[in-house]
């Protein structure tokens, strides 16, 4: 395995911050030749045995979890740190500060394997300290890529966080969704930017119509969100997300394969999974009947329904007591103590 790479940054805050690269593989067996860069974050002298990883959706990056705004209001990474967690925040491959390969080498079981070596670095002690326990917590395609994680690999995760995300989806979704999406280099953010060709993003404007309600928006977030879009190799993802999420019966799906502790987290106005002409995401009882199917018989689903709110959970005005109940749910599963197993970085790591 390559060097891992580390980069400390001046303290700023209680928070003390190490940004990492982690060499990954997209083959098993395969080289470590691609790496996810992840920021490390946590309070006080000893870091916690417990760390979420957070893996943001499709065409955003790390800066979902951690928004750069003064006001920390926004930033889940603030609250979880707070409330005694550790945070490994990620470009998922293909984004933001990760590799960048082409976009046919980044299928669904490909980043599964990337993210199961992210996952072995944290529990080793390769970011300094051996993690006893792991939760992941996705947004939308990173909740399809936890769940992915789960099901290949049952002894990586303790619990499962699941925003963003349903098991279905109308037609009339389906539709929305695809004209919102264009190749990322016919847009000026990325048209120098030398990308594969494969690689999309969404129309200016089009995230503001898909990902969040209008009752709920906070107009500074929805300029951010437009300048800060990043890209996703849909012509890939696509299909198999499509696969995961449509099984012929639920107990075929790879999320049957998942056997742990799961919290669903939906807005209510999500315009990519409710609507009348298929789910009616204002009965909590419907959208967990209907999701309990999908999961292995010995997972514990917990299903949170958020009021007003569109797919964009972390940026919405509801972003605070969300990531409370989150953390409320995540405290009751998995109580973060201080790690006894600490590792201190040497030279070069």
């Given at each position: 395995m390559s060097t891992l790479s580390v980069r400390n940054?001046?303290?700023?805050?209680?928070?003390?911050?190490?940004?990492?690269?982690?060499?990954?593989?997209?083959?098993?067996?395969?080289?470590?030749?691609?790496?996810?860069?992840?920021?490390?974050?946590?309070?006080?002298?000893?870091?916690?045995d417990t760390v979420l990883l957070l893996v943001h959706g499709s065409s955003y990056n790390h800066l979902y979890w951690d928004p750069p705004v003064q006001n920390s209001r926004y930033s889940f990474v603030h609250e979880a740190t707070r409330a005694g967690f550790a945070t490994f925040n990620v470009d998922a491959l293909g984004t933001g500060n990760s590799s960048v390969p082409p976009p046919s080498l980044l299928t669904v079981e490909a980043e599964a394997i990337a993210f199961h070596d992210v996952v072995t670095a944290l529990r080793s002690g390769a970011l300094g300290t051996s993690f006893r326990r792991v939760v992941w917590v996705g947004h939308s395609l990173g909740s399809t890529d936890g769940i992915t994680v789960a099901a290949h690999y049952p002894d990586d995760i303790d619990a499962l966080i699941v925003t963003g995300l349903l098991h279905g989806q109308s037609a009339e979704q389906g539709a929305a969704l695809a004209a919102e999406v264009y190749p990322a280099n016919e847009d000026p953010k990325f048209a120098e930017s030398g990308l594969y060709s494969g690689y999309d993003t969404f129309r200016p404007g089009g995230r503001a119509r898909l990902f969040y309600n209008p009752a709920t928006a906070d107009p500074a977030m929805l300029r951010l969100d437009e300048e800060t879009r990043d890209v996703v190799a849909f012509g890939v993802k696509l299909p198999e997300v499509g696969a995961l999420l449509f099984p012929p019966r639920p107990e075929e799906g790879l999320t049957y394969?998942?056997?742990?502790?799961?919290?669903?987290?939906?807005?209510?106005?999500?315009?990519?999974?409710?609507?009348?002409?298929?789910?009616?995401?204002?009965?909590q009882t419907a959208v967990h009947d209907y999701e309990a199917a999908y999961y292995?018989?010995?997972?514990?689903?917990?299903?949170?329904?958020?009021?007003?709110?569109g797919h964009c959970l972390a940026w919405s005005t509801t972003a605070p007591s969300t990531h409370a109940a989150m953390l409320a749910w995540t405290g009751g599963v998995v109580r973060p103590q201080s790690s006894p197993v600490h590792h201190p970085k040497r030279s070069g790591e």
């Open positions: 940054e001046p303290m700023t805050s209680p928070q003390h911050r190490t940004q990492y690269t982690v060499p990954v593989r997209i083959a098993d067996p395969g080289p470590y030749d691609q790496h996810v860069w992840g920021e490390l974050c946590y309070r006080g002298s000893t870091p916690p394969r998942v056997n742990l502790p799961v919290l669903l987290v939906l807005g209510q106005r999500d315009a990519m999974f409710c609507g009348a002409d298929w789910l009616d995401c204002d009965s292995g018989p010995d997972a514990s689903l917990t299903t949170m329904l958020v009021p007003g709110t």
